[in-house]
């Protein structure tokens, strides 16, 4: 049976995904001297390449000395301490040639704001946390939304960043399935190209965990989130935990199915699962999705041609009926998609 996706298409981009991941990666890391310990210990413990492909630059940010940023380099992080001159002038440089600069420190809201007066610094760009790893968190997402060309180089190399690009890809790709729902006349004329997105999501997701995405592997998830039931499964189970806006209605299914089929597989990612048994996971889903809708549909037909409505009584026996629904119902001690608690790597 031919699929609703273009299987070819879905393996340039596992491919072009492998290709993104072992991309040139430059980081240079300005430390003021009075940084706390504690957040030059995390941005130590985090920021070791996993790769050669990826360089890192450690400077320390003294008055009357600023770093030479090395060539190639993609952005800049400054753990900053008390923001004194020296850190201002260590940044002047890489501001000049417009790299991307994220400055990094401990503290509230007042620290944050006196911060961003002293070193110029935009809000947007800077990470002030109470906590080393909390901070340390808030980075990684603001590594994925600013360095996006190199968001599958930075979560291969730095294990930090996994999750970040994970949910970022999972988060972009249920906001377009709302829209494609939302915007779509015709029923079920969306669900080929929702299907497609969600393959690519689940691929991208992969790549960020390191999975390799061989042929076979692409095609088996093509072949197993191409069935319409498992998206329907998991919207159902997603509208417990996602919410849905008023305007998206229509596309909540587009929506919420592909935010609960993505946080599923991070779950399961993070677990230690490989592509095979989130493909194997997300295969018994479909399974149990289908046989939930026959049961239904075999209760939904006449039992004898005595039931037959008295127009039918003679004609040729009743064609097979498909029943069709946008949200399959799951039996009482059914949970198709664990999305609370941990979830058991080999499902």
């Known amino acids: 049976m031919a699929l609703p996706v273009d299987v070819r298409d879905l393996m340039r981009t596992g491919a072009r995904f492998t290709e993104e991941r072992s991309q040139q990666l430059g980081i240079t890391v300005l430390v003021e001297l009075d940084a706390p310990d504690a957040l030059i210990d995390a941005v130590r413990r985090e920021f070791r390449p996993a790769t050669a492909a990826a360089a890192l630059q450690v400077e320390v940010a003294e008055l009357g000395a600023p770093p030479v940023i090395v060539p190639g380099t993609d952005v800049v992080i400054a753990v900053a301490g008390s923001g004194d001159l020296g850190l201002q ?7 000049r040639s417009r790299l991307p600069v994220v400055v990094v420190a ?6 944050a704001g006196a911060l961003a007066d002293v070193l110029l610094q935009p809000t947007g760009d800077l990470v002030v946390r109470d906590d080393a790893d909390a901070a340390m968190v808030k980075l990684g997402s ?9 968001r599958l180089a930075l979560a291969h190399n730095f294990a930090f960043m996994r999750r970040a690009v994970a949910e970022d890809a999972v988060r972009t790709t249920a906001f377009q399935n709302g829209l494609i729902g939302v915007v779509t006349p015709v029923p079920g004329a969306d669900m080929p190209l929702m299907t497609a997105n969600q393959v690519k999501m689940l691929l991208q997701v992969a790549a960020a965990y390191g999975q ?14 191409a069935g319409g039931y498992l998206l329907r499964a998991v919207a159902r189970q997603g509208l417990v935990m996602v919410p849905v806006l008023g305007w998206a209605i229509k596309g909540g299914i587009g929506y919420t199915g592909t935010m609960a089929m993505g946080r599923a597989a991070v779950k399961y990612f993070e677990d230690g699962a ?13 399974d149990k999705a289908l046989k939930a809708g026959n049961r ?10 005595a ?8 004609q040729a026996e009743p064609r097979p009926v498909t029943i069709v629904s946008d949200v399959v119902p799951a039996e009482p001690d059914q949970q198709l998609l664990p999305l609370d608690g941990d979830v058991p790597a080999g499902e």
């Open 307 to 314: 039931a037959l409505p008295p127009a039918a009584v003679g």
């Open 212 to 225: 390799p995405l061989g042929v076979d592997r692409v095609k088996e998830l093509a072949g197993v989130v």
């Open 89 to 95: 002038q260590a940044l002047a440089g890489p501001r």
């Open 274 to 286: 490989d592509l095979g048994q989130v493909t194997a996971y997300f295969r018994s889903v479909r």
């Open 106 to 111: 401990l503290g509230d809201d007042v620290r």
């Open 142 to 150: 603001w590594l994925a939304d600013n360095i996006g060309s190199k």
């Open 296 to 305: 239904r549909g075999r209760r939904s037909l006449p039992r004898d041609r």
